[in-house]
């Protein structure tokens, strides 16, 4: 996968009128042209970080000071694929004309550590996955990448952002975290049995002084996909979508019929506010494990939306884009290739409840109370799915090779109008509602 990614971020109160114009995060071969940016609501942004990928580098644990290269087996998602960082390297992505960060992901097997703590993992590939965990986060913005995807089934490439106080792969870190995304105690909310409770909850006081966290505040970490896509074998056929995990799920009551999947009108539109562009569909397959199902680290609503039948994910650069506005006008959206994809507006994160009358006693209800999303950090990786991931399996016997990724991450400020919440860090106290 070849990529090109821009992160462009909102203005907080870090960044008011007297803020800086030295951008500390930017990498000085950042094009004139790169440094503002236009969004779909008519603003201005201006830039805040970027990365050209046009040298040489080591992304090892403590090597570089934007990115971190896990050295992990991807035990989660049914995962096949060991994660080392010298698979990713930055090079020139010949008949391109470009230098590019390469993700490389080939069958050749190897055994380490897991992101759990056991020893002597086997896996059969070996790839990469690059993370600003801790490093650089953003709240509010937008996120875009550029980006040539690998061919073959199998490949699962992922561009997006994960919430902070968890970690991808990290199973144990995201317990009660992912993709937990609301703030308040509610005793009308229900879980899936196997759901496990949320670990930051609005319901539980806390001593600041000695844990950190603030009293009655719920906190999770919240997943935003740019991009997941698949190749087929032989390049046509192709699909991409972008996504949010939320959890906790709304009511049943709300979801699509029993062995249906979301649609954009009709039965099966299950949250308010989604909107799909001219090609956009929901995603037809995955929004969520059934109830009752095994849930190890969270029971999300996965809501996702894209573009299917594309020939040329692999031979073209596409550009890929998600806004992501604050406040009570605010929502998210996708853009691929300037196209207009899909979009969930704030009524989306709002308050879902439904009550049933008894003929004695009071109404009985279920809710899923108002959710949001706090700071995020970018990831960038290549996985390769088990078998039952895919419907046809030649893949295995494939050696894979090439996933080429140039990034140029590119963070903007509004320039006019400072938007409440937005910021840059990832040691926000509070989280910060869409």
């Known amino acids: 996968m070849r990529v090109a990614a821009a992160v462009v971020i909102a203005a907080g109160a870090a960044f008011g009128s007297g803020a800086p114009e030295e951008c500390c995060w930017c990498d000085r071969a950042t094009p004139k042209s790169a440094q503002t940016i236009v969004g779909s609501d008519s603003q201005v942004y201006k830039l805040v970080f970027s990365d050209e990928f046009d040298s040489e580098r080591d992304f090892a644990n403590g090597k570089d000071t934007k990115w971190t290269a896990l050295e992990v087996g991807d035990t989660s998602n049914k995962g096949a694929a060991f994660y080392l960082p010298e698979q990713a390297t930055v090079l020139e992505d010949e008949g391109y004309g470009v230098t590019a960060l390469r993700i490389l992901t080939e069958r050749k097997n190897y055994t380490g550590d897991s992101p759990t703590g ?97 009293p009655f505040q719920g906190r999770g970490a919240t997943e935003l996909d740019v991009l997941e896509g698949a190749v087929s074998n032989v390049g046509t056929g192709s699909y991409g979508v972008g996504s949010v995990q939320l959890s906790p799920g709304i009511p049943s009551f709300f979801r699509p019929p029993m062995f249906g999947f979301p649609t954009a009108s009709g039965p099966g539109s299950w949250y308010s506010g989604l ?160």
């Open 118 to 214: 056991e020893k002597n993992i086997f896996m059969p590939y070996r790839s990469a996955m690059l993370q600003s965990w801790n490093k650089f986060c953003f709240t509010g913005g937008i996120l875009e990448f550029r980006a040539r995807l690998p061919r073959g089934g199998g490949y699962w490439p992922a561009l997006w952002s994960f919430g902070n106080l968890g970690r991808a792969v990290y199973q144990d870190s995201n317990t009660g975290l992912w993709p937990w995304s609301y703030d308040e105690c509610s005793p009308d909310l229900e879980l899936p049995p196997t759901d496990p409770p949320q670990r930051i909850s609005a319901c539980d006081d806390r001593d600041f002084d000695k844990e950190g966290l603030l």
């Open 275 to 434: 909107k799909f562009g001219p090609n956009g569909k929901p995603n037809n397959g995955w929004y969520g494990p059934p109830w009752g199902s095994e849930c190890l680290t969270g029971c999300p609503d996965a809501l996702s939306g894209g573009i299917t039948e594309v020939d040329d994910f692999d031979t073209k650069y596409w550009t890929y884009r998600m806004e992501w506005r604050l406040g009570p006008k605010g929502g998210i959206s996708w853009y691929y290739d300037g196209a207009f994809i899909w979009s969930m507006s704030a009524s989306s994160f709002g308050e879902y409840k439904v009550c049933a009358d008894k003929p004695e006693g009071e109404p009985s209800c279920m809710m899923t109370p108002k959710r949001q999303v706090s700071s995020l950090h970018i990831q960038i990786d290549t996985s390769v799915c088990s078998g039952s991931w895919v419907k046809r399996r030649s893949w295995v016997k494939r050696r894979f090779r090439e996933i080429v990724a140039q990034i140029k991450p590119r963070c903007h400020e509004l320039r006019c109008r400072a938007q409440p919440g937005s910021a840059l860090g990832c040691a926000l106290q509070g989280s910060v509602g869409v």
